[in-house]
């Protein structure tokens, strides 16, 4: 369906990128450059150029290498690739035939970067990647790049080397006269389970079986077991024999505890980090550093995975069960799957760390595919906190109900007053920002609508303002009801700002005044730096009460905090997004985790759960401590109804002015692969709205695709992609759209 208007617009984009800048881009019949070199260059995937442009040059450069070329008007960065990219390598359907050209006729090669090609193992890494989620293969190869190398040119490239190559030099001068080496032998004692698991990984092949890549281990270890310690001893290894080190965590707040760790212990190594955190200038000097050999350490967010590394010896991927490792725009690729790709490409170990691990990790781990270890046992003998339950049903009204409701149960400000007259620190959870999800008039029941999203504007009381949380649309908070002139606007529902004002009348702090209470949210922590810097003040005991949301519950290790109290987590209990739960149990156990990390505290260290659900079996496994039993129930109910891990789903999501406009898409969409659908194991469910319908006045639609059978959904989705570009042409109302591959939302 589509196919000869496709291939029309293929050959005609060809002609653009090949032909249409004849100014500087046609050489002078007299030039000796006879080569024809395949390069790749960003190009959308919609383009349908998915593979390598051939350009001219006086030799055949090296796969890997990094070139400037002139694209339409443009000089881009391009890569050369492989002689010869397979279609599903690519992303595309099998090329059309070009008419045959003499290499004259063909535009050069501007310059060559005088740096070491990408290696073989990165770009496989980069085609597969292409492949497997649906992109172009240059658009994603130049996309995993810095930037401000896309910019370089061979001047400005050799400069910046120089001045590594010079820092580097005075690194090492200067570990070396500070007589600075791997502390191997100053790490902490090792416990029982740190110890059997380092003998256990000793062994990269963990039988007598054939050689081959090292199976990835799971390391199943509970909050405070020491896994990072593990990490630790692991690196020392693979250093030792002059390997490089990856380790990547979920989130940029969590980068900069384990830095300091990593920078103590390899005092005389170079570290780097790779995560949006960093300037321009930073990027890419440190992706150089890592690419040129020169680093010996990259800790890094999800885009370290696409990092060049020629002398990769380890990957640890900590918190792997952790969304955020799902990049959910451009290329939807997930950063845990591709580290595991990844070591078996290169066969280097891959370690999954995690108290809670992803469904589909546990049943890799359950069926052999992973090897599994455990650390079920705290340092220092430590117990995890007593879990005890508050039952908002039996709560008064103000507290359980209304809207004005607190959420703060007696014994909830009881045991928090108690741990600030001990000394003591108590971290309370509520993953909403913001004072109120919604402000309503008392009198028509007129509610703070996003006038762009189907969404609420949130009331934020410190600045007096309604924003969306999807768009950023803002507005000053009005004096009266824009559509009755009441004056009574109340707020209806509790953010973290909210529950702060309504902690301070309610305790005392130990000098008597007010309790010092901090608040870290998405709204406190805008400004750089400002959230290390509320993080210290947490270490250094200048706050007794902490709120926050998701972003302080899971990885830090705040040695004062002996109570852990979730709020107010009831509402990912009945939702129709089936991953909820998994991820609500995560969350709350990595929550729980924060208290009692000291062990002289561990005995009476605490989690509150208030809910109106007590016996629901999720709160029932938080109250035990108990992942398996948890795991086990999620798995059981998801076989029953064929969801993942059982199942391999795909999400063609649509962007577009009018509702009909998205529907007219997806519905051509669905026709398109029928003819595919039927020699597979494959379903194809009806179109529906997307949880938030509406975003910045664009209607977003979505369709799924299931099937048992990965390769079987592959296959669909590689003879789809091109009939999809086909239609793209025909409806030129749709904005934007795009597949997900195993997406972690629908």
Same mark, same amino acid.
């Given at each position: 369906?589509?196919?000869?208007? @496709? ?29 024809? @070199? ?5 190009? %959308? ?186 990490? +630790? ?19 940029? @707040? ?130 995890? %906190? ?5 039952? +908002? ?120 005044? %007010? ?170 469910? %009806? ?17 799924? +695709? ?41």
């Amino acid at each position: 369906m589509g196919k000869p208007q @496709n291939l029309k617009r293929i050959k005609a984009l060809l002609a653009v990128a090949q032909e249409l800048d004849s100014c500087g881009a046609a050489a002078s019949t007299s030039s000796p450059a006879q080569v024809l @070199n395949p390069v790749v260059v960003d190009l %959308p995937h919609h383009s349908g150029l998915g593979g390598a442009l051939s350009y001219r040059h006086t030799e055949r450069l090296a796969p890997g290498t990094l070139v400037q070329v002139p694209l339409g008007r443009r000089e881009v960065m391009g890569l050369v690739w492989d002689p010869e990219v397979e279609p599903e390598q690519h992303g595309g359907q099998p090329e059309p035939p070009v008419p045959a050209a003499e290499p004259m006729a063909l535009k050069a090669v501007s310059s060559v970067l005088e740096l070491p090609p990408l290696s073989a193992h990165w770009r496989g890494l980069v085609s597969f990647a292409a492949d497997y989620y649906r992109r172009g293969l240059g658009e994603l190869a130049l996309s995993v790049l810095p930037p401000e190398l896309r910019k370089a040119t061979p001047a400005s490239l050799a400069r910046r080397g120089a001045r590594l190559a010079k820092s580097r030099a005075a690194a090492a001068a200067s570990g070396a006269a500070a007589g600075l080496a791997d502390r191997a032998a100053d790490g902490p004692s090792l416990t029982p389970e740190q110890a059997a698991v380092l003998r256990v990984l000793a062994d990269p092949s963990g039988d007598d079986g054939p050689a081959g890549p090292p199976p990835p281990v799971l390391l199943h270890g509970a909050t405070g077991s020491g896994k990072t310690e593990v990490y +630790l001893r692991l690196a020392e290894r693979a250093l030792a024999r002059g390997q490089q080190v990856l380790v990547m965590v979920p989130e940029i @707040n969590l980068t900069p505890q384990l830095e300091t760790r990593l920078r103590e212990r390899f005092a005389g190594r170079i570290l780097v980090t790779l995560h949006s955190g960093l300037t321009p200038a930073q990027r890419v000097n440190h992706w150089l550093q890592a690419h040129l050999g020169q680093a010996d350490l990259l800790l890094g967010t999800r885009l370290s995975v696409m990092a060049s590394l020629p002398r990769l010896g380890l990957i640890v991927v900590d918190e792997e069960h952790d969304p955020s490792y799902k990049q959910q725009e451009g290329a939807r690729y997930s950063a845990r799957d591709l580290a595991v790709y990844r070591g078996r490409l290169e066969g280097v170990p891959v370690i999954l760390g995690s108290a809670t691990p992803s469904l589909e990790t546990w049943r890799h781990a359950q069926q052999g595919r992973y090897r599994l270890l455990r650390m079920p046992s705290r340092v220092g003998d430590g117990a995890l %906190p007593k879990v005890e339950l508050v039952d +908002l049903s039996l709560q008064p009204r103000s507290v359980a109900g209304g809207a004005g409701g607190s959420l703060l149960s007696t014994a909830l400000v009881a045991a928090v007053q108690q741990r600030i007259d001990r000394g003591e620190q108590s971290l309370l959870l509520l993953n909403r920002r913001g004072y109120a999800p919604v402000l309503q008039c008392g009198a028509c029941r007129w509610k703070s609508e996003c006038p762009h999203c189907s969404a609420w504007r949130v009331f934020h009381k410190a600045d007096r303002s309604l924003r969306c949380h999807h768009c950023g649309a803002a507005q000053r908070v009005p004096r009266a009801c824009p559509d009755c002139g009441n004056l009574d606007l109340s707020a209806i529902g509790r953010g973290t700002e909210r529950l702060e004002e309504q902690l301070l009348p309610l305790l005392r702090g130990r000098d008597g005044g %007010p309790a010092r209470i901090l608040r870290i949210d998405a709204d406190t922590t805008k400004r750089a730096g400002s959230l290390q810097s509320q993080l210290a003040q947490v270490h250094e005991g200048d706050v007794e009460v902490l709120v926050g949301t998701q972003m302080v519950a899971k990885g830090h290790d705040f040695r004062r905090v002996t109570l852990v109290a979730a709020v107010n987590p009831d509402g990912a209990l009945f939702t129709s997004d089936f991953r909820a739960p998994e991820r609500l149990f995560a969350l709350l156990m990595q929550a729980a985790g924060r208290a009692g990390r000291d062990a002289e505290q561990a005995a009476h260290s605490r989690m509150i759960i208030q809910t109106a659900y007590p016996t629901h079996p999720l709160v029932q496994a938080l109250r035990h401590h108990d992942y398996e039993a948890f795991a086990a129930s999620q798995l059981q109910e998801r076989e029953a109804v064929g969801l993942p891990p059982f199942s391999h789903l795909a999400v063609l999501r649509v962007e577009a002015r009018t509702v009909e406009a998205a529907q007219a898409f997806l519905t051509d969409a669905g026709a398109a692969a029928h003819e595919a659908l039927q020699a597979r194991d494959l379903s194809i469910y %009806p179109a529906v709205p997307a949880p938030v319908a509406r975003v910045a006045d664009l209607q977003r639609w979505q369709m799924l +695709l299931e099937s048992t059978s990965r390769p079987a959904l592959q296959a669909v989705l590689r003879q789809w992609s091109p009939q999809l570009l086909a239609l793209r042409e025909r409806h030129r109302s749709v904005v934007r759209w795009a597949l997900d591959v195993d997406p972690l939302s629908l």
